[in-house]
Nanobody
Framework: QAQLVESGGGLVQAGASLRLSCAAS???????LGWFRQVPGEEREFVAA????????HYTGSVKGRFTISRDNAKNMVYLQMNSLKPNDTAVYYC??????WGTGHYDYWGQGTQVTVSS
């Protein structure tokens, strides 16, 4: 079992930056980790993923070059640095972990989400 708690969301203007953090606990911290986001009335969308070692990452096209996922296994933390934010980045952002593998697809554990709002 793993517990995930996100933080760092907020209200910013277009062009600004935010860093989301996710604290993981409950299991040895080598799971594949990811960030997803969801707008009310729409499906949850994959944003970024990182493998257990932190050496490999994958992003959805709309955030490539603007967002960076990273992890600190010593602190059981995963981060999402978001730069050049746009109004359509507005969503609830979720941290997630998967027991096997990494990348897209099924995730086993989810945080409760943190709201990111980007004003124009």
């Amino acid at each position: 079992q793993a517990q995930l708690v996100e933080s760092g969301g907020g209200l910013v203007q277009a062009g600004a930056s935010l860093r989301l953090s996710c604290a993981a606990s409950g299991r040895p911290f080598r799971y594949g980790l990811g960030w997803f986001r969801q707008v009310p009335g729409e499906e949850r969308e994959f944003v970024a993923a990182i493998d257990g070692s932190g050496h490999f990452t994958h992003y959805t096209g709309s955030v490539k070059g603007r967002f960076t996922i990273s992890r600190d296994n010593a602190k059981n933390m995963v981060y999402l640095q978001m730069n050049s934010l746009k109004p359509n980045d507005t969503a609830v952002y979720y941290c997630a972990a998967k027991r096997s593998g990494w990348g897209t697809g099924h995730y086993d554990y989810w945080g409760q989400g943190t709201q990111v709002t980007v004003s124009s």
